[in-house]
């Protein structure tokens, strides 16, 4: 070869270098791109399932605690009666209320 064709193979080699790097890159943030993406669906997709299995917990959750629940397991299943009149009745008149608070005032003066 001669002398005067080293900087012409030398400039081509180097152009070719470039692109095939530029190509690399271009592939390599691509498929970074792709994971990224599919991560992101994944991560949505899991998000919406942990979502619907929290609204079915809550509706659990409610069910179990509905009063209707609780009274008739309460009767059925322990045999417990619902009362129908007060156990204790007081009956105080408002002249002994206000003797009373008198003579706690009278008390802390």
């Given amino acids: 070869m001669k002398s005067s064709s080293k900087p012409i193979i030398f400039f081509n080699l180097s152009v070719f270098l470039m692109v095939a790097l530029l190509i690399l890159a271009y592939i390599g943030f691509k498929l970074e791109c792709e994971k990224l993406v599919r991560e992101k669906y994944e991560t949505t997709n899991s998000l919406t399932d942990i979502k619907n299995q929290r609204t079915n917990l809550v ?3 409610q069910s ?3 009063e209707e629940r609780i009274v008739g397991i309460a009767q059925n299943d322990l045999g417990m009666v619902k009362r129908t009149n007060s156990a204790i009745t007081l009956n105080v ?3 002994e209320i206000e ?3 008198a003579q706690i005032q009278k008390k802390y003066e």
């Fill in 93 to 95: 008149s408002k002249a």
């Fill in 64 to 66: 179990l605690s509905s």
């Fill in 59 to 61: 509706a659990e959750d």
């Fill in 99 to 101: 003797k009373i608070t």
